[in-house]
């Protein structure tokens, strides 16, 4: 019966661990008092480059090797930060840059429990899981770039619209101006064919500083 229970325990220890390989976010387990990986999954590697050994052999120095220094203090339960878990059941989640091997940054979205605490209650371990947004962290930042290049195009084109509307109302200013005084000096003169053209030239430039000013 114990050979079988030891065979059991063995059998779903191998099941946990296909299935945290076989999971497409990386997996981890944080000792606190070590301050190092004491377990990663086979994800890291697919995301940062480095096998599960690699990143549990570097021991305390995981945190400066693999964190940008500006995402460091979001990290709980680390000597680096201050952070710290607000309930021993509570989650935490953050967005965070990792770096990959070849020495670029990736930005994963983080979530971490506490797993083991010890009889005072201080955490012991915290269980990670680490899911690669870099890809959408880079959709982000072309849609920020693309509207703020819109931004500067509809600001450049509203500038443009009210220059060419003041260049294109200068001339009709003056066909309004002189066709009054035209108006004021001559109309007694005119035939009644003559007033009626001049009130033509006078109504189409109105129009014309209508139509300009709605486009």
Not at 55 to 64: K, L, S
Not at 155 to 184: M, Q
Request: proline share 4%; glycine share 4%; with cysteine.
């Amino acid at each position: 019966e114990q050979k079988e229970a030891t065979e059991k325990i063995k059998e779903q220890e191998h099941f946990i661990q296909q299935i945290a390989d076989a999971s497409p976010t990386i997996l981890y387990l944080f000792d606190v008092p070590t301050q190092s990986m004491a377990y990663i999954n086979r994800e890291a590697f697919f995301v940062l480059g480095y096998l599960p050994d690699e990143i549990v052999e570097e021991g305390a120095n995981i945190t400066d090797y693999l964190y940008h220094p500006e995402d460091i203090p979001l990290l709980p339960c680390r000597k680096q930060s201050s952070k710290t878990f607000q309930q021993v059941d509570s989650m935490i989640q953050y967005e965070c840059r990792m770096q990959h091997k070849d020495g670029d940054y990736r930005w994963l979205l983080v979530r971490e429990i506490v797993f083991k605490t010890d009889e005072a209650g201080k955490i012991q371990q915290i269980i990670g899981a680490a899911l690669d947004i870099n890809r959408r962290k880079e959709m982000e930042r072309t849609i920020l770039q693309n509207t703020l290049q819109l931004e500067q195009s509809n600001a450049s084109l509203e500038e443009f619209a009210y220059v060419a509307s003041h260049d294109l109302k200068e001339p009709l200013r003056k066909i309004s101006t002189f066709g009054d005084r035209l108006v004021a000096s001559q109309i007694d003169r005119m035939s009644d064919d003559g007033k009626i053209y001049l009130r033509k030239i006078l109504d189409a430039p109105q129009r014309m500083q209508n139509m300009i000013s709605d486009l």
